[in-house]
């Protein structure tokens, strides 16, 4: 049960294209589309913000999106705004029938 | 509206134990799975525990198995977490999740506001 790695931090301009990757395994996320991800405030509980790799729950905005290639997973902001500002975490539900965090990610608007 | 609200966390010495829980309304509780999720002071997200619709199948992070159970009672809409033998390093905010229709079923779509427990001499 070793964590999905994501890098440590992504910046980006106000307006720009941010991409944050969610890398794991054949187990994990290679082999299931059930990747989620998670926006998440410090002293906040996270809010999901995208399911079934690729789907915008009800009242998220369409500027975030996802996508999966192999075992690596993604998640792209469009038009970054400065309340993207935030930490975002990746999920994978895996072959034991449990699920698998990322390592978190920090975005920071320039 | 769903709502979770967890308690029972606070202050252990290591070696103790503590029981969580979460009280849930809002939905139909006794049909769907939950979970409980932590994250230790400046650390990220990591998957603890989960429980189906009648408490039958549960599963654990390889780090608190046979230490954590997680149960549920659905006459209370009231899921738990036993913690016994805890260790400095299961120091964190613990949070009650639900995963429902509305995120595909196996994302977690909505969160308590989580129980803090802290395990230290």
């Known amino acids: 049960q070793s964590a999905l790695t994501q890098p440590a931090s992504v910046s980006g301009s106000p307006g720009q294209s941010i991409t944050i990757s969610c890398t794991g395994t054949s187990s994990d996320v290679g082999g299931y589309n059930y990747v989620s991800w998670y926006q998440k405030y410090p002293g906040k509980a996270p809010k999901l913000v995208i399911y079934d790799v690729s789907k915008r729950p009800s009242g998220v905005s369409d500027r975030f999106s996802g996508s999966k290639s192999g075992n690596t997973a993604s998640l792209t902001i469009s038009g970054l705004q400065a309340e993207d500002e935030a930490d975002y975490y990746c999920t994978s539900f895996t072959r034991y029938n449990t699920y698998v965090f990322g390592t978190g990610t920090t975005i920071t608007v320039l | 509206e769903v709502q979770l609200m967890e308690s029972g966390g606070g202050l252990v010495q290591p070696g103790g134990s503590l029981r969580l829980s979460c009280a849930a309304s809002g939905f139909t509780f006794s049909t769907h799975w939950l979970h409980w999720v932590r994250q230790a002071p400046g650390k990220g997200l990591v998957w603890v525990s989960q429980i189906n619709t009648d408490g039958s199948t549960t599963a654990y992070a390889d780090s608190v198995k046979g230490r954590f159970t997680i149960s549920r009672d659905n006459a209370k809409n009231t899921l738990y977490l036993q913690m016994n033998s805890l260790r400095a390093e299961d120091t964190a905010l613990y949070y009650c999740?639900?995963?429902?229709?509305?995120?595909?079923?196996?994302?977690?779509?909505?969160w308590g506001q989580g129980t803090l427990v802290t395990v230290s001499s």
């Open positions: 999740v639900l995963t429902s229709a509305s995120g595909g079923w196996y994302a977690y779509d909505h």
